[in-house]
């Protein structure tokens, strides 16, 4: 069972930076796709980065030139750096993995069976 401990996040003015990583447990990062999902209050959560256990990534068009999605294998975690943030980019933030995720259903909930006890990110103006 893969485990996912999430840590970083926080408060920042808009157009600042923030990092959050996720410890992975009970596999190697080439063991597992990865995503990084975000839920903002009374919305549903969206997928917003994606990485392969192959290493290729993609992204929410919301959060494209701005965010990136990378991973450390010697300390077996992920990062989500976050750069240029907006207001609209405050919410719930949370890593999820699984051992096969579809390309083409990347940003769906469904697709991924670990999650990490999410990180409260804040942006404000």
């Known amino acids: 069972q893969v485990q996912l401990g999430q840590s970083g996040g926080g408060s920042v003015e808009a157009g600042g930076s923030l990092k959050l990583s996720c410890v992975v447990s009970?596999?190697?990062?080439?063991?597992?796709?990865f995503a990084w999902f975000r839920q903002a209050p009374g919305k549903q959560r969206e997928g917003v980065a994606f990485?392969?256990?192959?290493?290729?990534?993609t992204y929410a068009n919301s959060v494209k030139g701005r965010f990136t999605v990378s991973r450390d294998n010697a300390k077996n975690t992920l990062y989500l750096q976050m750069d240029s943030l907006k207001l609209d980019d405050t919410g719930m933030y949370y890593c999820?993995?699984?051992?096969?995720?579809?390309?083409?259903?990347?940003?769906?909930?469904?697709?991924?069976?670990?999650w990490g006890q999410g990180t409260q990110v804040t942006v404000s103006s």
């Open positions: 009970g596999d190697t990062l080439s063991g597992q796709d």
């Open positions: 990485i392969t256990r192959y290493g290729g990534t």
């Open positions: 999820a993995a699984d051992r096969s995720v579809r390309w083409a259903t990347w940003a769906s909930h469904k697709e991924y069976n670990n």
